[in-house]
């Protein structure tokens, strides 16, 4: 083996740099925002300031004589041609869904929805345009708060009579795959444990590093879309839909796209203004929004109320759960974030052998900006709420944490496991990765250290939380989503092309926006076809090369995108195979590949992947009937979810004086079976592990009483920086899953899943020993400060 091979043959687990980097961090890309057409238009919106108010009438005669203004446009003007957004997760057949235009023309149902549309010949123009146009509104009282909303006190659609969206239930005992949840709490009341909480998840903002960004041109052919989306292939198809244009006469190209968190995980208002109004004009038009814009307007995620029940018999073994949610939507249904709460009703029994559960689902409608998936999208609610439960658990039974959860989680003999929300966990090793977090956390020094300040009295105490965690991600199997009422699949597709020069071009249908997939999918191919990573070219996020793909969100694109990748590679190493015996004269059967080269056995005689190439594109020379080709195809449905796990361990120290909380340590170790490049892996869980702290911590998207978003800038959304955080100690184990040919679970909402009840646990550890049992989160120094005082006072 040559030893370009040899390098080829170990790409897998490679700390490869990211290949798209150097043009990301040194500005030669094209975002959204920098693409520039000739004539083209750019547009300013105008928005609602009321969180619901009827339209009385809009004057756009003053912005229309402005400087440089081509068009002002209402929802009336553009009519049918704006669309309307879609919703594509019905969670219920009954699921009550307010019809969505981009523009409504009677009434706004969210403070920062559009009403009106400037097109001018710059984007500042615009903007100074928009603030003539001149709304009337007669304000309407508005839903904001969502349990008052839950029970229809004030409707954010009167013409609906109620807020409640869809109602959605799993009960184990119908499912067949548990008992039932209320007997087994009736006895726990009798003779074992029952703990009842309330959890509030708040209300959240993706805040991406770049805003959202579309640009239109309709002059050509087709109508070419430049997106800072996650979802080129899903936004070509809902704009079809929605507009009666056909797909092949649209393009839509998701160029690099800076984050997108779930945030970018929609089809916009934006998006169809923009594109209702190039078509209108028949000009280039370009619609780049303010970072104040993209707080209030892009959809947020979050916002729950969870009531919980967990029972148990006396020893700590759990006997079943309930969980009643109230899940807020906002003012509309969006893209998929009706089903977000569902997919977390399969998380709520986490890593644990519940026999018995129940999950009711209210989603609720209010006057605030609509919400939908935000990294973990389900999965962080679910793991909050029994990660703090077993926890409460623990404190009951004067037990440590840990060991109350190791009594009830399922053990790495006992996989594959049916669990009670009846998903089939493929592979895990639970016992592993806690000892390795336990062990480069130094567990006993710190609980030791806990121990002693608690003695002393010391004001700063030391908090110790525990998360053990797992997830399901690669979404999705397309007959589960089916059976979820869900209107897509869940497959994924990709295509592999050896050039003549024996370079790889590889097209595949996830559209990263952070992730760095050209430089782990090159180590993927160039791992399988044993030719230099350099070599391999992955397109992605055009919706013209890249013309079948369901793109990237529930860290599926690797395990779902990169099984599709690994079973188009192996289909041209067939086809290659075919090639080496005929030009080595030597039957398939006596070749063996190793390092990108055919070679016949127990013999010197060999070929590689370049020459091969060379053979049949400038040779010609391939056995008869053979297409002159090395490429192929794979379209792949996963056949079940991925279960990534692991266990998060976090020390804080809470200032019993001041409430203020400080990270001390953070360890963690995920399994998250095989690595394919362990620095892409390491700057996911580190950016998880951020977001996740962040909701524990600082984040909150606070509205007044009148609808108003007062957190509308980063003055006020508290988004941390590096600064905030401390250095995380990270590790895995592999237990590779058995869900696809490279073993692989997916890692991008991994630490944003498993963080956030680690920290919260640590803070509530920190002052237990006070008479707290919690604080609502962002747990915010006021918040443990007034906690503290609280008690202290009896409160
Ligand atoms: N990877 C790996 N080995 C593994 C698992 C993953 O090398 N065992 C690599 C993958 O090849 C890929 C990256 O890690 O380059 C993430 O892979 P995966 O877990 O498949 O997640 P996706 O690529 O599908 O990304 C989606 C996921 C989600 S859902 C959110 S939200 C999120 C996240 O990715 N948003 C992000 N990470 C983000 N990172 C950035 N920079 N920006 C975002 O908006």
């Known amino acids: 083996m040559t030893a370009v091979q040899e390098q080829a043959a170990s790409e897998i687990g490679r700390d490869r ?86 523009m409504p023309t009677d009434r706004v149902a ?47 659609h009167p013409d609906l009579g109620t807020n409640k969206s869809a109602f959605w239930k799993f009960d184990s005992a119908e499912a067949g795959t548990g008992g039932d949840v209320d007997a087994a709490i009736e006895k726990a009341r009798g003779d074992g444990i029952v703990i009842e909480r309330e959890y509030r998840q708040q209300r959240l903002i993706p805040a991406f590093m770049e805003p959202r960004s579309v640009v239109v041109d309709p002059t050509g052919e087709q109508i070419t879309v430049w997106s800072a989306t996650q979802i080129p292939h899903i936004l070509r198809f809902a704009l079809a839909a929605t507009t009666g244009v056909p797909e092949s006469k649209i393009r839509v190209i998701a160029p690099d796209v800076g984050g997108g968190f779930g945030g970018k995980l929609q089809q916009t208002p934006e998006e169809m203004i923009a594109f209702a109004v190039g078509r209108r004009l028949g000009k280039p038009v370009k619609y780049t ?57 399969f998380m709520f029994n986490a890593i644990y052998k519940f026999p018995a559960y129940q999950f009711n689902c209210q ?63 493929d592979s895990g090793n639970y016992e592993l990765a806690t000892d390795r977090a336990m062990e480069m956390f130094g567990y006993d020094e710190l609980r030791a250290e806990q121990q002693r300040r608690r003695d002393a009295g010391d004001p700063v105490q030391l908090g110790i939380g525990v998360s053990t965690f797992t997830e399901m991600c690669g979404l999705a199997p397309s007959r589960v989503l089916g059976q979820l009422n869900y209107g897509a699949g869940g497959w994924e597709h990709a295509s592999v092309r050896m050039l003549a020069t024996g370079k790889v071009e590889v097209v595949t249908g996830a559209s990263a926006h952070g992730q760095g997939h050209e430089t782990a999918f090159s180590q993927i191919v160039a791992d399988r076809l044993g030719v230099p990573f350099e070599d391999v070219e992955v397109l992605h996020g055009d919706t013209q090369s890249s013309h079948k793909g369901l793109d990237t969100y529930g860290s599926r694109s690797l395990v779902v995108g990169g099984e599709a990748l690994v079973r188009a590679t192996d289909k041209v190493v067939e086809k290659a195979k075919q090639l080496a015996a005929h030009l080595l004269e030597a039957s398939a059967e006596d070749l063996e590949f190793a390092g990108g080269r055919f070679g016949v056995k127990g013999t010197d005689a060999g070929i590689t992947m370049p020459e091969l190439a060379s053979a049949m594109f400038a040779a010609h020379d391939y056995p008869e009937g053979m297409e002159p080709s090395l490429d192929a195809e794979a379209t792949y449905d996963p056949i079940n979810f991925n279960y990534p796990h692991g266990t998060h361990l976090c020390a804080v120290e809470v200032d019993t004086e001041t409430g203020q909380v400080q990270l001390r340590k953070y360890a963690c170790c995920d399994d998250i079976g095989t690595i394919i490049n362990p620095l892409i892996v390491a700057g996911q869980v580190h950016g998880g592990l951020v977001q996740g702290i962040a909701q524990a911590l600082w984040e909150e998207a606070v509205y007044d009483e009148s609808g108003t978003l007062v957190s509308g800038s980063f003055t006020d959304y508290l988004l941390p920086t590096a600064a905030d955080t401390i250095s995380f100690d990270v590790d895995h184990t592999t237990t590779p899953s058995l869900t696809n040919t490279l073993g692989t679970k997916g890692v991008g909402e991994a630490g944003t899943i498993a963080s956030t009840p680690a920290v919260v646990n640590a803070v509530v550890d920190a002052v237990r020993h006070l008479g707290i049992d919690d604080i609502t989160m962002p747990c915010t120094p006021e918040r443990v400060w007034k906690a503290i005082q609280g008690v202290a006072a009896g409160g």
């Open 110 to 156: 969210f403070a920062g929805e559009i009403v009106a549309v400037v097109v001018a010949r710059s984007a500042a123009e615009a903007r100074d345009a928009a603030e003539l146009v001149d709304v009337e509104y007669d304000d309407l009282p508005a839903a904001l708060d969502l349990k008052e909303a839950a029970e229809d006190t004030v409707l954010a």
């Open 289 to 345: 929004e303010t970072r104040s814009e993209s707080l209030l307007s892009a959809h947020h995620g979050r916002d729950q109320w969870q009531k919980l029940t967990l029972c148990a018999e006396k020893d700590g073994t759990v006997t079943g759960l309930k969980v009643d949610l109230l899940a807020d939507l906002g003012a509309y249904v969006s893209l998929v974030g009706g089903g977000v709460p569902v997919l977390g009703a």
């Open 17 to 102: 740099r990211r290949k798209e980097d150097m043009r990301l961090i040194t500005g030669r890309t094209r975002w959204t925002d920098n693409i520039t057409l000739p004539g083209m238009l750019h547009l300013a919106m105008v928005r609602s300031p009321f969180a619901h108010a009827t339209i009385t009438s809009i004057d756009t005669s003053e912005a229309k004589d402005a400087t440089n203004v081509v068009a002002v446009l209402t929802g009336a003007d553009l009519g049918e041609a704006q669309g309307a957004c879609i919703n594509a997760w019905a969670i219920t057949e009954d699921q009550v869904t307010p019809p969505h235009l981009p």
């Open 363 to 425: 989603t609720v409608l209010t006057n605030k900006t609509w919400t939908d998936a935000y990294r973990g999208a389900g999965r962080p609610e679910a793991t909050f709420a029994i990660e703090r439960l077993m926890d409460e658990l623990a404190a009951e039974l004067g037990e440590d944490p840990l060991e109350v959860r190791r009594r009830n989680w399922i053990t790495h003999e006992e996989f594959p496991f049916t669990t009670v929300a009846g998903l089939e966990y």
